[in-house]
């Protein structure tokens, strides 16, 4: 018995024991592109001068400068002008991070914990160094304080250790037998809080007093609502580092905020904004056409891409008992003519959206089959037998649309609605079928009227409304709209955010983007599926999975994507390469000599 114990514990001794390799950095599947001596990213210009300013426009406003709280809205891109992660993701790998606050890292095999090794240089703008005690705050803070997607992500770390000044430890909780491995390179990317600036201070509190920080730019000046200007901190610790190379190279960033598109193109126009991104392919091709283009002051450059480009489409609300019958939600979508708006608003440059995942690897299609088919098969009694059976298609309306309208009216009629005096009413109740498209920019009226219109021959009443950005966030947040206009995005190995966006816990959450309030055992176990993802074929096999359960369930009508970017710019600044990743990052851009 006594040589058992001892045994027993001898074993656990030589666990405990093992050192972990250290790693200078980790990707999510796979090995890392970059190895350990590398001196910068293939995106960038290494020698980039610095020095100039950049303006930019953005449409919206601000009235907090503290962007981790839901109160307030924060200045877009303040979280990456200023803070800090310990890891930097690679900007052309799916999800591989290298070292930026934390040097080095080491990693348990089954990555039930982490520890990052602090760069003893790495410093706060005050020069007091950033410790393993301001991880611990920063984790400790935005698991209280942060927004829903945070909490529920953190909340799988069993506990911290600081091990030292420069070493800090995250051990995790197993979920359902396993750890998930996704979660250390999450914690790698949580942005840096210092304790002792928020020391005695309520976090939550909204307020335009510039937080500290220990990133490259600093808060020079502040005109609420109307501008805010960065200042480049010449003392800034992490400049030389690899991951850094040829990124933060103006002096001074200047965004000026509109109160809408028309305005902010203007100012371009007048060259008091120096680059633009343009979303719009119809605007595209009929806008740009100005002196200064014409004279080669401003340049267009249109970049075809193969990079991932998201959903973008009209949300039902199915909290709504309205939207709660997929039939319904099937109907509409058949009603709405896609063909017109893209040919007559967008000059036929969108390609329709036919998946959540559309122009990547992890799109759903054709029939599922292999690893795919496998995850779904213990789910077939709960599925649409076209989910196995049929390939998810959209509408087209090259030949009218009568044949889609009956397909509309049947769905209808079998969900119980029918035609009574010219409107579509409840069979039951004689409730007439109304309801209302919430919007928080005028632009995008153009997308839903066409919409509004095309119901109207199901005698359907459609109401469109623009409200301001701060009303529109509230009743977001809160889930309380009929159907709004909106855009997921994702990048090429998705993770716990799809919990985040389409979980029944999501659902019930305010401040999550399961906007549709999808409530599904099998979407919540396709989630899961991809947390546990171990390889990449597995990831691949799980997202599509999910993708084609979502597409089936009609949550969504989807409009179009671009298969190119487009981006105007004055000669005044220049840029890297351009490559079918598509538009490089704003902070890789150098003002001409």
């Given at each position: 018995?006594?040589?058992?114990?001892?045994?027993?514990?001898?074993?656990?001794?030589?666990?405990?024991?093992?050192?972990?390799?250290?790693?200078?950095?980790?990707?999510?599947?796979?090995?890392?592109?970059?190895s350990?001596?590398?001196?910068?990213?293939?995106?960038?210009?290494p020698?980039?001068?610095?020095?100039?300013?950049?303006?930019?426009?953005?449409?919206?406003t601000?009235?907090?400068?503290?962007p981790?709280?839901?109160?307030?809205?924060?200045?877009?891109?303040?979280?990456?002008?200023?803070?800090?992660s310990?890891?930097?993701?690679?900007?052309?790998?799916?999800?591989s991070?290298?070292?930026l606050?934390?040097?080095?890292l080491?990693?348990?095999?089954?990555?039930?914990?982490?520890?990052?090794?602090?760069?003893?240089?790495?410093?706060w703008?005050?020069?007091?160094?950033?410790?393993?005690?301001?991880?611990?705050?920063?984790?400790?803070?935005?698991?209280?304080?942060?927004?829903?997607?945070?909490?529920?992500?953190?909340?799988?770390?069993?506990?911290?250790?600081v091990?030292?000044?420069?070493?800090?430890?995250?051990i995790?909780?197993?979920?359902?037998?396993?750890?998930?491995?996704?979660?250390?390179?999450?914690?790698?990317?949580?942005?840096?809080?210092?304790?002792h600036f928020?020391?005695?201070?309520?976090?939550?509190?909204?307020?335009?007093?510039?937080?500290?920080?220990?990133?490259?730019?600093?808060?020079?000046?502040?005109?609420?609502?109307?501008?805010?200007?960065?200042?480049?901190?010449?003392n800034?610790?992490?400049?030389?580092?690899?991951?850094?190379?040829?990124?933060?190279?103006?002096?001074?960033?200047?965004?000026?905020?509109?109160?809408?598109?028309?305005?902010?193109f203007?100012?371009?126009?007048?060259?008091?904004?120096?680059?633009?991104?343009?979303?719009?392919?119809?605007?595209?091709?009929q806008?740009?056409?100005?002196?200064?283009?014409?004279?080669?002051?401003?340049?267009?450059?249109?970049?075809?891409?193969?990079?991932?480009?998201g959903?973008?489409?009209?949300?039902?609300?199915?909290?709504?008992?309205?939207?709660s019958?997929?039939?319904?939600?099937?109907?509409?979508?058949?009603?709405?003519?896609?063909?017109?708006?893209?040919?007559?608003?967008f000059?036929?440059?969108?390609?329709?959206?036919?998946?959540?995942?559309?122009?990547?690897?992890?799109?759903?299609?054709?029939?599922?089959?292999?690893?795919?088919?496998?995850?779904?098969?213990?789910?077939?009694?709960?599925?649409?037998?076209?989910?196995?059976?049929?390939?998810?298609?959209?509408p087209?309306?090259e030949?009218?649309?009568?044949?889609?309208?009956?397909?509309?009216?049947?769905?209808?009629?079998?969900?119980?609605?029918?035609?009574?005096?010219?409107?579509?009413?409840?069979?039951?109740?004689?409730?007439?079928?109304?309801?209302?498209?919430?919007?928080?920019?005028?632009?995008?009226?153009k997308?839903?009227?066409?919409?509004?219109?095309?119901?109207?021959?199901?005698?359907?009443?459609?109401?469109?409304?623009?409200?301001?950005?701060?009303?529109?966030?509230?009743r977001?947040?809160?889930?309380?709209?009929?159907?709004?206009?909106?855009?997921?995005?994702?990048?090429?190995?998705?993770?716990?955010?799809?919990?985040?966006?389409?979980?029944?816990?999501?659902?019930?959450?305010?401040?999550?983007?399961n906007?549709?309030?999808?409530?599904?055992?099998?979407?919540?176990?396709?989630?899961?599926?991809?947390?546990?993802?171990?390889?990449?074929?597995?990831?691949?096999?799980?997202?599509?999975?999910?993708?084609?359960?979502?597409l089936?369930?009609?949550?969504?009508?989807?409009?179009?994507?671009?298969?190119?970017?487009?981006?105007?710019?004055?000669?005044?600044?220049?840029?890297?390469?351009?490559?079918?990743?598509?538009?490089?990052?704003?902070?890789?851009?150098?003002?001409?000599?």
């Amino acid at each position: 018995m006594k040589t058992l114990q001892f045994f027993l514990l001898y074993s656990l001794f030589l666990i405990s024991s093992v050192r972990a390799e250290v790693q200078y950095g980790i990707a999510m599947h796979g090995d890392l592109k970059y190895s350990a001596n590398f001196t910068h990213f293939d995106t960038v210009n290494p020698e980039a001068p610095k020095g100039g300013e950049l303006k930019l426009a953005i449409v919206g406003t601000y009235d907090t400068l503290n962007p981790f709280i839901l109160k307030g809205t924060a200045p877009l891109g303040i979280r990456d002008i200023m803070f800090e992660s310990l890891m930097k993701k690679s900007p052309d790998e799916p999800f591989s991070l290298y070292g930026l606050v934390a040097e080095s890292l080491e990693i348990a095999p089954d990555r039930s914990w982490i520890i990052f090794n602090l760069n003893p240089k790495a410093k706060w703008q005050d020069g007091m160094p950033v410790t393993a005690r301001d991880v611990v705050f920063s984790y400790k803070t935005f698991l209280e304080h942060g927004n829903p997607n945070q909490q529920m992500t953190y909340k799988k770390v069993e506990k911290t250790e600081v091990l030292n000044d420069h070493k800090i430890k995250f051990i995790f909780k197993k979920i359902e037998g396993e750890y998930d491995a996704e979660i250390p390179l999450i914690m790698g990317l949580m942005l840096l809080i210092p304790e002792h600036f928020f020391k005695d201070k309520d976090f939550e509190k909204t307020g335009l007093t510039p937080l500290l920080t220990s990133g490259p730019y600093k808060v020079a000046k502040v005109e609420p609502g109307r501008s805010i200007t960065y200042l480049r901190d010449p003392n800034y610790w992490a400049k030389d580092l690899p991951v850094n190379k040829g990124y933060y190279n103006f002096e001074t960033l200047r965004f000026d905020f509109y109160k809408n598109a028309a305005v902010a193109f203007e100012a371009f126009k007048a060259g008091d904004v120096y680059s633009r991104e343009e979303s719009d392919p119809g605007k595209w091709a009929q806008i740009y056409n100005f002196p200064a283009i014409q004279t080669g002051l401003v340049k267009k450059v249109e970049i075809p891409h193969k990079h991932q480009v998201g959903m973008q489409a009209f949300v039902f609300n199915t909290r709504r008992e309205l939207f709660s019958d997929p039939r319904v939600r099937r109907a509409l979508t058949y009603a709405f003519n896609y063909d017109w708006l893209n040919k007559n608003m967008f000059h036929g440059a969108l390609t329709r959206t036919t998946s959540f995942f559309d122009n990547t690897d992890l799109a759903a299609k054709g029939l599922p089959e292999g690893q795919e088919l496998a995850l779904l098969e213990p789910f077939r009694d709960q599925l649409l037998k076209e989910v196995f059976e049929s390939e998810y298609i959209l509408p087209t309306f090259e030949k009218g649309n009568r044949e889609n309208l009956k397909i509309a009216q049947e769905l209808l009629r079998e969900s119980g609605w029918i035609i009574k005096n010219g409107k579509l009413v409840n069979e039951k109740s004689g409730k007439p079928f109304a309801f209302e498209i919430l919007l928080n920019v005028p632009e995008n009226e153009k997308k839903a009227l066409p919409l509004a219109r095309n119901l109207k021959q199901l005698g359907i009443d459609v109401s469109v409304r623009t409200i301001d950005a701060a009303q529109y966030e509230n009743r977001r947040v809160d889930m309380n709209f009929d159907m709004i206009f909106h855009f997921w995005g994702h990048t090429l190995s998705p993770g716990n955010e799809q919990s985040f966006y389409w979980s029944s816990k999501a659902a019930d959450e305010p401040g999550t983007r399961n906007y549709p309030g999808v409530k599904s055992p099998v979407v919540d176990a396709l989630c899961k599926a991809i947390t546990k993802a171990r390889t990449r074929e597995d990831l691949v096999a799980a997202v599509r999975a999910l993708d084609r359960v979502l597409l089936w369930g009609y949550y969504v009508i989807p409009l179009g994507h671009r298969t190119k970017d487009y981006a105007a710019y004055w000669n005044k600044i220049q840029h890297p390469p351009l490559g079918v990743l598509g538009l490089p990052s704003i902070h890789t851009f150098w003002a001409k000599g």
